[in-house]
């Protein structure tokens, strides 16, 4: 999410995880591949989040944005985690969505823990 909207999105995600017992490692976890919003851990499991917000929800909403296409990128870019975080490799993983409905960040989002 490379605008301040996003940003902000991503910013208040985090936060709102972090209230839930999750704790960051990484944000923004780039490759040639992919980028993946939030890599936090919880519970000892690795939890890879994208962070999606949607003002409208006339092509299915925040949530629905999330498309196999964009499943298998966040997939793809995990391992590549992995790879250049070998440390990590023994736990287990999951791969959450953490979805807002509106343009203001600030409201609860909609979790979705094991999205995909």
Same mark, same amino acid.
């Given at each position: 999410?490379?605008?301040? +909207?996003? &940003?902000?999105?991503?910013?208040?995600? $985090? !936060?709102?995880?972090? =209230?839930?017992? *999750?704790?960051?490692?990484?944000? /923004?976890?780039?490759?040639?591949?992919?980028?993946?919003?939030?890599?936090?851990?919880?519970?000892?499991?690795?939890?890879?989040?994208?962070?999606?917000?949607?003002?409208?929800?006339?092509?299915?909403? +925040?949530? &629905?944005s999330?498309?196999?296409?964009? $499943? !298998?990128?966040?997939r =793809?870019?995990? *391992?590549?985690f992995l790879?250049? /975080?070998?440390?990590?490799?023994?736990?287990?993983?999951?791969f959450?969505?953490?979805?807002?409905?509106?343009?203001l960040?600030?409201?609860?989002?909609?979790?979705?823990?094991?999205?995909?």
């Amino acid at each position: 999410m490379p605008n301040s +909207a996003g &940003a902000a999105a991503e910013s208040a995600a $985090q !936060q709102y995880l972090e =209230r839930r017992g *999750l704790s960051l490692l990484t944000r /923004n976890f780039r490759t040639r591949g992919g980028e993946i919003d939030l890599v936090m851990r919880h519970n000892g499991a690795l939890v890879f989040v994208e962070v999606r917000q949607r003002t409208y929800a006339r092509y299915g909403g +925040a949530a &629905a944005s999330v498309t196999p296409v964009k $499943q !298998q990128r966040i997939r =793809r870019t995990a *391992l590549m985690f992995l790879q250049q /975080n070998p440390c990590y490799r023994h736990m287990p993983c999951r791969f959450d969505v953490i979805a807002y409905s509106s343009a203001l960040a600030d409201t609860d989002p909609d979790w979705f823990v094991n999205a995909f």
